[in-house]
């Protein structure tokens, strides 16, 4: 039913269209193309509405089970799941990907994206997710966007396959002028075991701000890893700032990492971080 329904959406769409979801299993691969921008798709609730693809590959974007290509597009209510089994690290099924978002002044509301290995492949662009769940392994969120994640939830379930059980997130971002990087504010990290890592260092200038935010006790007391990466971390920006819970110790996290003052960290807790107040409908 979503595919029916975008493609009867014109291409160089320029109002707001809402396509209504209704509640079932959407057993489908789907794809909003760069040529259909102004897409609203309203689900009846993340727990009643899914959208569920099973495919694994070498390739990221071609293992998706859901991609947006075009700019300004809201999705709400939804769940989207690649329900591919445990992926095989380092060979040809090593991902499993539920969204691929590619396009820039993307926002999600209430919805969950559920995979066992690189399940949100935020790849290009501003966005925002707000009140969202992100179940997966290893790269839970990972690419070169812009991202705020706002009162979200995360949980890590451990990839035995893997070097490291469970890693939050992995910024590409390669340059210091570049755009890119992910604030989670006020949100909840949770895992079923200890060895979970709040990220890793992916790029030269990897940016990631944990603010205000609950960390259980199933994150790693050096909090990050620069598994993979064998290269300098002087400039990447893995940072804290007033987190609390079990996990929010900081007197054993890796030195290369960050601990901000509140004037240091603002400039990630708002929506400015995206320049949300220009074209996001709704916003705390």
């Keep these: 039913m979503p595919v029916a329904a975008i493609d009867h959406i014109p291409n160089r769409n320029s109002k707001w269209i809402m396509i ?7 057993r489908e691969k789907v794809k909003i193309p760069r040529s259909k921008p102004y897409i609203f798709m309203r689900g009846e609730g993340s727990g009643k509405t899914s959208i569920v693809w099973s495919r694994s590959s070498a390739d990221d974007y071609e293992s998706a089970t859901f991609k947006v290509e075009a700019k300004n597009f809201i999705a709400y209510g939804i769940t989207f799941k690649n329900a591919a089994p445990t992926a095989i690290d380092r060979t040809k099924q090593n991902k499993a990907v539920a969204v691929v978002v590619g396009a820039d002044k993307a926002a999600f509301y209430h919805c969950s994206f ?14 925002y997710y707000g009140a969202c769940y992100v179940q997966g392994t290893v790269d839970v969120i990972f690419g070169h966007g812009q991202s705020m994640f706002h ?16 890693s939050i997130t992995a910024s590409h971002k390669q340059r210091g002028n570049a755009t890119g990087g992910f604030a989670l504010v006020k949100s909840k990290v949770y895992g079923v075991d200890n060895n979970v890592y709040l990220g890793r260092a992916k790029g ?17 007391s050096h909090g990050w890893t620069d598994w993979s990466y064998p290269h300098s971390k002087e400039n990447v920006h893995l ?19 960050k601990q901000l003052s509140y004037e240091d960290a603002l ?6 971080f995206i320049n ?4 996001l409908p709704a916003w705390l």
């Design 267 to 272: 400039r990630f807790m708002t929506v400015d």
């Design 276 to 279: 949300g107040k220009d074209w």
């Design 239 to 257: 940072a804290e700032y007033n987190c609390h819970g079990p996990g929010a110790a900081t007197h054993k996290r890796t030195n290369w990492s």
């Design 20 to 26: 209504h979801v209704a509640k079932g299993v959407y």
């Design 204 to 220: 030269a200038h990897s940016t990631v701000v944990y603010a205000d935010t609950y960390l259980s006790d199933s994150v790693v």
């Design 151 to 166: 009162e979200c939830e995360v949980f890590v379930v451990p990839n035995l396959r893997s070097e490291i059980r469970g």
């Design 114 to 127: 559920i995979s066992n290995l690189n399940t949100l492949f935020d790849a290009r662009g501003r966005h």
